[in-house]
């Protein structure tokens, strides 16, 4: 659309929708765009196009419309409406911000979680068989790595204008020793005593690059962190 004007400044969301963490990067975008200037958000995220003119209305600022962008973005355009004084409370709410689960045991050796408005079940902690039910707790928390560090991948990548056709992630884990878990050893530790894994990616970068966009995206993991320092455990026990 040609009447539309050139912006004061730019930020790319990838795929990332409103109710994941976009709408906190055009917060920090427009922090610096002066009032009555110009921002251009890069989405290839769908739902965009209607929650972002909702959410100008919302908080003052004025959506210009949108025209299409590179490798399948649009490109919408929003006229600030003045200072955007609620971006530090927000992203200190995102920083304060507490996920959720309770889980229920179901009988046998299962239980089942529920988080949101999601619920699954969860088989026993540490299982040796090659067929269960339900995946098991350790396997649950390897299968939560694999899938942030492959979506987290693949967001970066498509916020830099990177196509990927294929991206997996294989992943193995060994327990220091899982006989204390089974009552059958008292000496040793239980948890974890490595993780080991590989990306396979079919995407238009180099080597070098591939490393440097993998290398940031385990650094900024929030479960690859979490298992990569202690985090303190305190959980009460109370009776029912």
């Not at 989405?43 to 004025?62: F, K, N, T, Y």
């Not at 294929?166 to 530790?189: D, K, M, P, Y």
């Not at 990616?201 to 070098?208: C, K, M, P, Q, S």
């Amino acid at each position: 659309m040609a009447d539309l004007p050139e912006p004061d400044g730019v930020c790319d969301g990838g795929d990332l929708d409103c109710g994941s963490g976009l709408l906190l990067i055009i917060r920090e975008a427009m922090a610096p765009v002066a009032g009555g200037g110009v921002l251009e958000v890069r989405s290839r995220e769908g739902s965009v196009r209607e929650d972002l003119p909702a959410w100008c209305r919302l908080v003052g600022h004025e959506y210009l419309g949108s025209r299409p962008g590179d490798a399948g973005a649009d490109r919408h355009l929003v006229r600030k409406g003045g200072a955007d004084a609620k971006l530090q409370g927000d992203l200190e709410r995102a920083r304060a911000f507490a996920w959720k689960v309770r889980v229920r045991w179901t009988g046998g050796m299962k239980a089942k979680a529920y988080v949101r408005n999601h619920a699954f079940e969860v088989g026993q902690p540490a299982s040796f068989d090659t067929a269960d039910p339900h995946p098991g707790a350790v396997e649950q928390l390897l299968a939560a790595l694999g899938a942030c560090l492959a979506v987290g991948f693949q967001w970066r990548a498509s916020r830099r204008g990177i196509a990927v056709r294929q991206l997996e992630v294989t992943l193995q884990a060994r327990s220091e020793n899982i006989l204390v878990f089974l009552g059958l050893a008292e000496e040793g530790h239980p948890g974890l005593h490595s993780i080991e894994g590989r990306l396979f990616v079919d995407a238009d970068l180099d080597e070098a690059a591939l490393r440097a966009l993998w290398d940031e995206t385990v650094r900024r993991s929030p479960v690859a962190q979490s298992l990569a320092r202690e985090v303190p455990v305190r959980i009460e026990a109370r009776p029912a």
